[in-house]
């Protein structure tokens, strides 16, 4: 299997959220590619020591680099901590990555609840991220395997 790839945006109030994220998940985080829109991953690398293949800000168009990587199937899932209390500028482009990740079947975590369970998913049930589409019936036939 190859590689897992791990997309990581956040929005400015949610970047010291994302920061005790990928702390909490420093070990398994640093089995798995890393890739960041600018100053998130600056952050990630400068206080955790991660590496992290920087993309542009979301200002310039990171978010749409995230979404080519989405498309072409480069980019296992995306945690994008987003401020859903703040008007954000760029709201119609990052309409445009959800749809994306929703068009290709990318876990997509928008809290830090559902980045949890996407990490989870990654580390516990990779082989459900590589092209299974019905992952609810996926893991129903896991659990009879285990029964």
Do not use: W
């Not at 994306?100 to 998913?121: F, K, Q, R, S």
């Amino acid at each position: 299997m190859k590689k897992l790839t791990l997309a990581l945006i956040a929005h400015d109030s949610k970047k010291e959220d994302m920061i005790s994220l990928v702390k909490a998940h420093r070990e398994e985080l640093s089995e798995v590619n890393l890739v960041a829109t600018k100053s998130t991953g600056e952050m990630i690398q400068s206080r955790l020591g991660l590496p992290v293949t920087l993309l542009q800000s979301v200002k310039y168009g990171g978010d749409q680099q995230v979404g080519t990587l989405v498309a072409n199937g480069d980019v296992t899932a995306v945690i994008f901590l987003r401020d859903p209390l703040m008007a954000q500028p760029y709201e119609p482009k990052i309409t445009d990555l959800l749809r994306v990740c929703d068009i290709h079947d990318v876990p997509l975590a928008t809290n830090l609840t559902t980045g949890e369970a996407v990490i989870h998913l990654m580390f516990e049930h990779p082989e459900a991220l590589s092209g299974h589409h019905l992952i609810a019936q996926y893991l129903e036939d896991m659990a009879a395997v285990h029964e």
